[in-house]
């Protein structure tokens, strides 16, 4: 029987200590807020600054947030893609291993392509006929990039003051 006890006290200091540091990530990361669909629930990591920054300049800024256009509408789908989502950015984080500037994975650039036809169905609809299924279909940010993040804000794109000030007089 002490053997017994011995294991269900190891048993309750392990499990102890995994739901505490769980608990304190959890906490430390704010996770409640990314079940919100404000988007300063984005900026929570520091690497997310710049596409905040662009967000507040572009011209959908008053119509939508982040969750508007990069998760889709439906209830199960959007959790999905939440948790998919959740699980790379704390696995990129925790490992250093993502890409820099960021760059939108592949499932997550069908998921802003088809919300951008949803909303835009009526003004689209003749133009781009299936285009969130042909593989050479052209994608709205091609075209439409500074719709939903403005001017690049240290995305990668050139910096426009030291170009300005090489073409001062």
């Known amino acids: 029987m002490k ?11 392990a499990s102890g200590l995994l739901l505490g540091a769980g608990a304190f990530t959890f906490r430390y990361a704010e996770g409640l807020s990314y079940f919100s669909t404000d988007p300063a629930a984005c900026v929570n990591c520091h690497i997310m600054q710049p596409q905040y920054d662009s967000w507040q300049k572009a011209s959908h800024h008053t119509v939508a947030g982040c969750v508007d256009c990069h998760l889709p509408h439906d209830l199960v789908p959007k959790y999905l893609a939440k948790a998919e989502n959740g699980y790379f950015h704390s696995k990129g984080f925790t490992l250093q291993d993502f890409p820099e500037p960021i760059q939108i994975r592949g499932s997550n650039k069908q998921i802003l392509q088809e919300n951008c036809l949803a909303c835009h169905e009526g003004l689209v609809h003749d133009l781009v006929a299936g285009a969130t299924v042909a593989v050479d279909a052209v994608n709205c940010i091609h075209c439409h990039r500074s719709v939903g993040h403005g001017d690049t804000v240290g995305l990668g794109g050139r910096d426009r003051g030291e170009e300005a000030e090489r073409n001062r007089p």
């Open 3 to 13: 053997r017994e006890a011995r294991r269900t006290f190891i048993l309750a200091i």
